[in-house]
């Protein structure tokens, strides 16, 4: 597997060849031979393999049935014996929120927070309609929402992927705006209305625009489908770089003069970004949501590599 940068990929901007170029990898991901998921946590097969099953009806026990799916409460009843017959899980939306905001606008090494997240966006999305799921999506800017209905085919991926690249493009060129930019609470309203009940969310964003009355949300979200959580980290928001200058840095409220030379402004960073990230960390764990985590500095298919 090629663990390079697609071969269009500049890191600033996005293009159509570049989101395709992950269609291609999708196969290294599919059940049951690995999950995704289980790769970000570092394991190289998934627990679960292929896809879940779901009940379907019960029926007269057959010879050879599974003595373990035998329905004990039915055959008390009818006094004949019953056995569950089960099904293969039929297709799910997954609905995607990618968060284009300004300070996801940000790269300090090889790639834009936001262009690592477009990666991973394409790559789920294939990986979705692969497994004849329905893929769906909702990109929020900071100041204004988009939504894609989940479709199945690769018609899914094709939409997200152009509203993707529009999304991004328009934040590049707002960048040096001082406009104010809302929470994600909008961005995970539409989400509770967009999203059926049994849906997997997966929420990728830096997280630097949820606060505490965003919790409510992603608690109302959590009751009816199943979140993931995708942290997207830039090395020098954790303090991390070879740079020993001064800088004048901006968070789109107010600029600072940082000295990149003092080891305790950098330790400063990266104490105020661990903090951060331990509490996203204790809400999905409250939650029993699954918390993963990106870093800007290499690319997509490295980090996936484990």
């Not at 597997?1 to 395709?20: A, D, F, H, R, Y």
Request: hydrophobic share 35%.
């Amino acid at each position: 597997m090629s663990m390079k940068q697609p071969p269009s990929s500049n890191g600033v901007t996005l293009s159509l060849e570049e989101l395709i170029f992950f269609k291609q990898h999708t196969v290294h991901w599919l059940p049951p031979a690995k999950s995704l998921w289980s790769q970000l946590h570092g394991q190289h097969h998934s627990s679960r393999l292929g896809r879940g099953m779901d009940f379907a009806e019960v029926r007269q026990y057959q010879p050879g049935d599974d003595i373990r799916s035998i329905d004990w409460r039915v055959t008390a009843r009818t006094g004949k014996t019953h056995t569950k017959v089960f099904c293969e899980e039929k297709e799910k939306p997954v609905i995607l929120y990618l968060d284009f905001s300004s300070s996801m606008q940000f790269g300090s090494t090889l790639m834009l927070k936001s262009v690592l997240m477009a990666h991973m966006a394409s790559l789920i999305s294939w990986i979705s309609v692969a497994q004849k799921d329905r893929i769906g999506a909702v990109i929020d800017d900071g100041q204004t929402l988009v939504e894609v209905k989940p479709t199945s085919r690769s018609k899914g991926p094709l939409q997200i992927i152009q509203k993707m690249i529009d999304g991004h493009q328009s934040s590049l060129a707002r960048l040096g705006n001082t406009t104010s930019q809302t929470s994600m609470s909008d961005g995970l309203k539409t989400l509770t209305r967009l999203c059926p009940k049994g849906s997997e969310i997966v929420l990728l964003s830096d997280f630097t625009r949820l606060d505490e009355s965003n919790t409510t949300f992603i608690n109302q979200l959590n009751r009816h489908n199943r979140i993931k959580v995708i942290q997207i980290i830039d090395p020098l928001e954790r303090g991390k770089t070879t740079y020993r200058g001064v800088e004048l840095v901006s968070n789109r409220i107010k600029n600072q003069w940082i000295d990149f030379s003092s080891k305790k402004t950098r330790q400063q960073i990266e104490h105020a970004f661990t903090d951060h990230q331990q509490s996203l960390k204790s809400l999905c764990h409250s939650q029993a949501i699954h918390y993963s985590s990106l870093s800007s500095d290499s690319p997509l298919l490295q980090q996936l590599s484990g």
